[in-house]
């Protein structure tokens, strides 16, 4: 049983150069989140889909989009990548939205240079 | 506004017990998650408190006060692997997580 995979694990990118961070999950969750964690912030909310077809603005959207085309995959795309977007990146699924406990993936560190 | 407040590191001894305080500021309340991250890995669940009281889970129990806006998590018996950070997230009106910046647990031998 995998649970959540993510990829690519670390990636060092242009600035400006746009990119496609993967997530894909096998438990059949509804709700999925893409999160942010920075030193001394914990983690941020960037956006969230609560079913399949369906998404949302978490706390610090701007700069980043999502899609929900099916239950298993919520990539999360840098339209136009910029230093201050680099950080570790932790998607999430959870059974019942925010009532349930998440279960991350393993991460994608991300470098903008 | 919301906000969950924790101390940001903490220091404690094999063998000994250790509790993390983590108090909470939610637009309506509907529970608390206590969360361990090892350093360069993904967060783990550890426990969920909605009810006022002590839930207890081996090594490992998480308390809520509501009336408060305060729980803790308790270990006990440390060993060097419980060395982690430890995350408190509270649920708001809106099922929302609300997360703290966590807590660095360094155990010493």
């Known amino acids: 049983i995998a649970g959540i995979t993510q990829a690519p694990t670390s990636q060092i990118l242009a600035a400006g150069r746009r990119m496609t961070l993967r997530c894909t999950q096998d438990?059949?969750?509804?709700?999925m989140y893409w999160y942010r964690q920075d030193l001394g912030l914990g983690l941020r909310l960037i956006h969230y889909s609560n079913t399949a077809g369906t998404t949302g603005k978490g706390e610090v959207p701007d700069g980043y989009s999502v899609s929900r085309a099916n239950t298993d995959d919520f990539p999360l795309t840098l339209a136009s990548a910029v230093p201050s977007q680099t950080s570790v990146y932790f998607c999430?699924?959870?059974?019942?939205?925010?009532?349930?406990?998440?279960?991350f993936g393993s991460g994608t560190q991300l470098s903008v240079l | 506004g919301q906000n969950i407040d924790q101390p940001t590191e903490m220091t404690a001894t094999e063998g000994a017990i250790v509790q993390i305080n983590c108090t909470y500021q939610?637009?309506?309340?509907?529970?608390l998650f206590w969360y361990q991250q090892h350093a360069g890995e993904a967060p783990t669940f550890l426990s969920y408190n909605v009810l006022d009281g002590l839930e207890e889970k081996g090594r490992f129990s998480s308390f809520l006060s509501r009336s408060k806006g305060y729980s803790y998590l308790l270990l006990k018996e440390l060993q060097m692997k419980d060395s982690a950070s430890y995350l408190c997230?509270?649920?708001?009106?809106?099922?929302?997580?609300?997360w703290g910046a966590g807590t660095k647990l360094i155990i010493k031998p």
């Open positions: 999430a699924s959870s059974e019942s939205g925010g009532r349930g406990k998440l279960f």
């Open positions: 939610t637009s309506g309340f509907n529970g």
């Open positions: 438990m059949r969750h509804n709700a």
């Open positions: 997230a509270g649920i708001d009106s809106n099922y929302q997580l609300i």
